[in-house]
């Protein structure tokens, strides 16, 4: 058997505790797998005192660097999460000459260009199975196992909070906040939640996925992101009695030389597989040019599927595969730009609009006159009775259009909003049938 491989993890807390359960409970399967013992040397922690249900105190250390740069652990797992202090953490670990595992998507999506050069440069991998998709294998899918496709298309629901939110927002009529709190104690959520809710989370996801898909490098900060924290549950409501209901999904495909990417609410009929993605899971459909349309789901979050995904990713190291397949993938490689980004104005999309009137003659009217005014046709209309909360003065108007660009839907909506006799500011949803 060959010699042992030794691994630290930088944190200690959802992943972290998921990691070494298996990596402790488990020696037997890593040998199994990889041909010779995986061997957790280090747990680096902020706070040596909290209790951790499958980190033995023997292994608990707070000083990173004494992890990172000891000669005898040659793989260094980034499980702190942030883009400040691990991106020192692993650009040191490659200058010390260290192999390394992340599931930071932020970390990737934010800082891919200059850590995979440093990678590069030492001559050492990253392996980043976790990044994506919790426990859905998404990453050595797209670059390996699909290797004989141009991937032309993704869609996927990628943050296991907001989807656990939305699923039992609509089924079982709980609170967006307490839904949120009990995400955040079972471990879906990010430290800083308002990453998940706010759509931050899935759009580093897809980020992460448009290289690997895509080949594109797209700053961050260029892809448009609407999250599921400023969403009513009345549109939940009326989506479903409409036959809907709404997923917070990632989208990107290519078309000729431009690249589409974005996050965001999407109506998707009941029957739609994605919409019947429940709970914590993740789903995404891709389309390959070979294989045609795919769709993978399994969890997305917690401890077990993401340490599952991280282990892949050590075992690859263990075996030499990831050494290799790293030094042929250029993924984060300063290329020449093959595709533009598209701006989202020239999206086309059905559109949910739900926009509050005062309860008076010829509202209905103005609305639909204005959405004609840009060419927008309107498909179907709900009106139901006026809201108390409003005392009873003010209705909701819920109209489905058919298609239209999405800066000629935008404009018609600023418009609907100056209305005299509309409570700004309408709400407005792409509908994906
Ligand atoms: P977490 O529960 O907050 O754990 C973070 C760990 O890192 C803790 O042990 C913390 O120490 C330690 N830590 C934080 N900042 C540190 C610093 N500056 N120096 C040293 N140690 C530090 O986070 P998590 O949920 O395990 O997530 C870790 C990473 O995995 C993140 O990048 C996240 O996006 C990604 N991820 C998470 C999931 C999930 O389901 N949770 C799924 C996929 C990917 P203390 O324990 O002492 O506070
Ligand atoms: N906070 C993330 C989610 C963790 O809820 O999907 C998995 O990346």
């Given at each position: 058997m060959q010699e042992p491989l030794n691994v630290g993890l930088l944190g200690g807390g959802t992943v972290g505790n998921g990691v070494a359960k298996i990596l402790l409970e488990h020696p037997?399967?890593?040998?199994?797998?990889?041909?010779?013992?995986?061997?957790l040397q280090k747990v680096v922690v902020r706070d040596p005192s909290k209790p951790r249900s499958?980190?033995?105190?023997?292994?608990i250390e707070t000083n990173p660097y004494r992890v990172i740069e000891d000669p005898n652990i040659p793989v260094i797992v980034e499980l702190v999460g942030g883009t400040t202090d691990a991106k020192n953490y692993v650009l040191a670990a490659l200058a010390a000459g260290k192999h390394v595992v992340t599931?930071?998507?932020?970390?990737?999506?934010?800082?891919?260009?200059?850590?995979?050069?440093?990678?590069r440069k030492a001559n050492r991998a990253i392996g980043f199975e976790a990044s994506v998709c919790g426990g859905i294998p998404i990453i050595n899918l797209l670059s390996q196992c699909?290797?004989?496709?141009?991937?032309?298309?993704i869609q996927g629901i990628l943050n296991g909070t907001c989807n656990f939110i939305l699923t039992t927002m609509s089924e079982e009529g709980r609170p967006y906040a307490e839904m949120l709190?009990?995400?955040?104690?079972?471990?879906?959520?990010?430290?800083?939640?308002?990453?998940?809710?706010?759509?931050?989370?899935?759009?580093?996801?897809?980020?992460?996925?448009?290289q690997i898909a895509f080949g594109v490098s797209v700053p961050f900060h260029?892809?448009?992101?609407?999250g599921i924290d400023t969403l009513h549950p009345m549109d939940l409501r009326f989506a479903y009695e409409l036959g809907y209901t709404i997923k917070l999904l990632a989208e990107g495909w290519l078309d000729g030389n431009e690249v589409a990417l974005h996050v965001a609410p999407v109506l998707l009929r009941k029957t739609d597989m994605l919409a019947q993605v429940r709970g914590v899971?993740?789903?995404?459909?891709?389309?390959?040019?070979?294989?045609g349309e795919m769709m993978f789901q399994g969890a997305g979050a917690g401890a077990l599927p993401t340490a599952s995904a991280v282990i892949s990713d050590i075992v690859d190291l263990a075996v030499g595969r990831a050494q290799k397949t790293f030094a042929v993938n250029k993924f984060w490689s300063a290329t020449p730009k093959k595709y533009?980004?598209?701006?989202?104005?020239?999206?086309?999309?059905?559109?949910?609009?739900?926009?509050?009137?005062?309860?008076?003659?010829g509202m209905l009217a103005d609305v639909a006159r204005t959405l004609a005014n840009d060419r927008i046709s309107i498909a179907s209309i709900i009106q139901h009775e006026a809201l108390e909360e409003h005392q009873g003065q003010v209705v909701p108007l819920v109209i489905m259009t058919h298609y239209a660009e999405t800066g000629q839907f935008r404009h018609a909506l600023s418009k609907i909003n100056e209305l005299p006799g509309v409570v700004p500011p309408g709400v407005s949803y792409s509908v994906d049938d």
């Open positions: 037997e399967r890593m040998i199994l797998r990889a041909g010779r013992p995986i061997v499958h980190i033995p105190a023997s292994l599931a930071n998507k932020a970390l990737l999506a934010e800082h891919g260009v200059e850590i995979f050069e440093a990678a699909l290797s004989a496709n141009q991937i032309t298309a709190a009990r995400a955040q104690e079972l471990g879906y959520a990010e430290a800083n939640p308002t990453l998940d809710v706010d759509g931050s989370d899935a759009a580093h996801k897809l980020a992460v996925l448009a260029e892809i448009e992101r609407v899971y993740n789903a995404i459909q891709v389309i390959g040019d070979a294989v533009q980004l598209r701006p989202s104005n020239k999206v086309r999309s059905r559109f949910y609009l739900r926009v509050l009137v005062r309860d008076e003659p």
